[in-house]
């Protein structure tokens, strides 16, 4: 009997991170998880501002409220195939780990992302780093609520509270005698996919100086190994959170720190990061964001914070909630399968013919040949693009991809959010062979 893909919703069984909305800004809290529906989110995220878009299946596209704009009458204008597929693939990267950290995990053999933008600027964020005193690869998804400033600072900062909070006393204590001493810092981090520009540059020292307060904090706790991941993720969230709100109490003279932190604080975010570490999945939320194993098995649907990766284990997806806005979790699921077994199609079996310049000129062709009609090669940009292009029976239109990217920029959140996707895959053989030696 074949097997089939089906997902798990990475959350806590018992508690989670949840958000406390309060003054316009996000409060992390610990809070017990009360609610029992048998398919939900990590956790139940708060309500966003078109929560009819996907309802949206016919090309009429329908306004979420009254607006202004003077370029209605452009509707008709839409893209051609050939620039649809521009604006999908300009914000892709794929890249294999092995290539880029010789410590990252095996269990991870490549990821793949993209981002697709409604809000100018685009309030989205994502990064993937490796932690460099400590073994795992970190991946975040953020989404920022009222701006982007809030997404942009913890899309930055989280990842090294998370990597510090994984240290062991020695290594805490090499950093804090670096400061002492003024020599240069261990590094921390390896960034794979950075956040993005940074507009805190100038601060960078205040965020130094807080990220050293914790690490202190952390010394005192005199826990020879560190603390384990999932206090790692918790206390990360938690302290990054604590510092923010005291970074715009604190008394500061250069007015661009001041006013940098209180657009961080009074805007928001949520965030979702994956830590794996060999065969150690741990994922945390906090809002709207979500996280989902796709699981090679006939039976399927616990919730999960931690889960220990088995070779039927094939991919993570982390998005933000302008995916899932649009997507359920068995579409998700489903696309990203398709996406592999095209793959597995279409590569060329070189070992089976001789390799000449008169086949590769021939595969050349070939290729030019499929033209618009060659299917995305990065996974990510697959999803965005039936996301934003499917209708009410999931099927394609182009014209309704053309037409919602033909949008103008004061027009387009009112149909869509900004889509940030990551796809993990992980490498099944490596999985299976370290869970043969365990």
């Known amino acids: 009997m074949s097997s089939t893909v089906s997902y798990w919703i990475l959350s806590s069984a018992r508690k989670t991170i949840a958000t406390l909305e309060g003054r316009q800004r996000l409060y992390s809290r610990y809070a017990s998880n009360r609610i029992k529906s048998k398919w939900r989110l990590f956790p139940q995220g708060p309500a966003t501002l078109k929560d009819n878009a996907a309802a949206c299946g016919s090309i009429a596209l329908r306004k979420a409220y009254r607006h202004t704009s003077t370029e209605e009458e452009d509707f008709h204008l839409q893209l051609s195939p050939e620039q649809v597929n521009e604006v999908l693939r300009a914000g892709e990267s794929a890249h294999k780990i092995l290539d880029l950290v010789s410590r990252a995990p095996d269990s991870v053999l490549r990821f793949e992302s993209n981002q697709l933008a409604a809000n100018s600027p685009v309030e989205d964020r994502g990064g993937i780093a490796a932690c460099l005193q400590t073994n795992g690869l970190l991946f975040g998804i953020f989404d920022g609520h009222g701006g982007h400033a809030c997404a942009q600072a913890v899309s930055e900062r989280l990842f090294y509270y998370m990597a510090v909070s994984l240290m062991s006393q020695q290594t805490l204590e090499q950093m804090e005698e670096a400061m002492e001493s003024m020599k240069p810092l261990l590094p921390i981090l390896q960034w794979l996919k950075h956040p993005g520009d940074s507009i805190y540059k ?225 490498n099944s053989e490596s999985i299976g062979a370290s869970s043969k030696r365990s």
Request: charged share 25%.
């Open 202 to 426: 100038d601060v960078t020292s205040v965020h130094l100086d807080h990220l050293r307060v914790y690490w202190q904090e952390l010394l005192n706790l005199h826990m020879e190994m560190g603390l384990n991941t999932e206090e790692a993720l918790m206390y990360s969230f938690q302290r990054l959170d604590s510092d923010i709100s005291l970074e715009i109490q604190a008394p500061l003279e250069d007015e661009m720190t001041r006013n940098l932190s209180l657009q961080v604080a009074f805007s928001g975010a949520t965030a979702c990061l994956a830590h794996v570490d060999g065969v150690h999945l741990h994922v945390a939320n906090a809002g709207d964001c979500r996280a989902i194993l796709g699981v090679q098995e006939d039976n399927g649907m616990p919730e999960v914070t931690y889960h220990r990766l088995r070779p039927q284990d094939k991919f993570l997806v982390l998005a933000s909630d302008g995916l899932w806005d649009m997507l359920g979790n068995e579409d998700v699921v489903r696309l990203v399968v398709e996406h592999l077994a095209e793959e597995g199609q279409h590569k060329p079996d070189l070992a089976q013919r001789p390799t000449n310049l008169g086949l590769m000129q021939s595969l050349l062709q070939q290729r030019k040949a499929q033209g618009l009609h060659a299917a995305d090669q990065n996974v990510a940009t697959r999803l965005i693009r039936y996301a934003i292009g499917n209708n009410e029976y999931g099927e394609m239109e182009p014209e309704r991809l053309s037409a919602m990217l033909t949008l103008p920029e004061d027009l387009a959140r009112m149909y869509r959010d900004d889509i940030t996707v990551t796809v993990v895959y992980f």
